[in-house]
């Protein structure tokens, strides 16, 4: 059992950058997939980037180049930077944590239901 708390969202301007941070605490040794997840207004919720036990990464074709998803095992944190950020990115930011896949390439893809850990979102807007 493992705890998720989202921070860094903001407001910017489309091409400038943020990083988001991810929190984790409870049950950290054991190790999990973690991935971050979006949903806009209207929208269902959507992946964005994953990362396993070994450090291997995926993204989704929408942030490819752009976002690079990486963690600090020490500081139980998740991150998530943002570098070009273009208005289409304006969504709630989620943290999450699956019980079930194991490799990030497995992960690509998957809808939430796999994810059985959830943080409460941080917000990030990009204006035009």
């Known amino acids: 059992q493992v705890q998720l708390a989202e921070s860094g969202g903001g407001s910017v301007q489309a091409g400038g950058s943020l990083r988001l941070s991810c929190a984790v605490s409870g049950n950290t040794a054991r190790g999990y997939l973690m991935g971050w997840f979006r949903q806009a207004p209207g929208k269902e919720r959507e992946g964005v980037a994953y990362i396993d036990k070994r450090d291997d990464t995926r993204y989704e074709d929408s942030v490819k180049g752009r976002f690079t998803i990486s963690k600090d095992n020490a500081k139980n944190t998740l991150y998530l930077q943002m570098n070009t950020l273009e208005p289409e990115d304006t969504a709630m930011y989620y943290c999450?944590?699956?019980?079930?896949?194991?490799?990030?390439?497995?992960?690509?893809?998957?809808?939430?239901?796999?994810?059985?850990?959830w943080g409460r979102g941080t917000q990030v807007t990009v204006s035009s």
């Open positions: 999450a944590a699956s019980d079930f896949l194991l490799t990030a390439a497995q992960a690509l893809g998957e809808p939430e239901r796999a994810y059985n850990y």
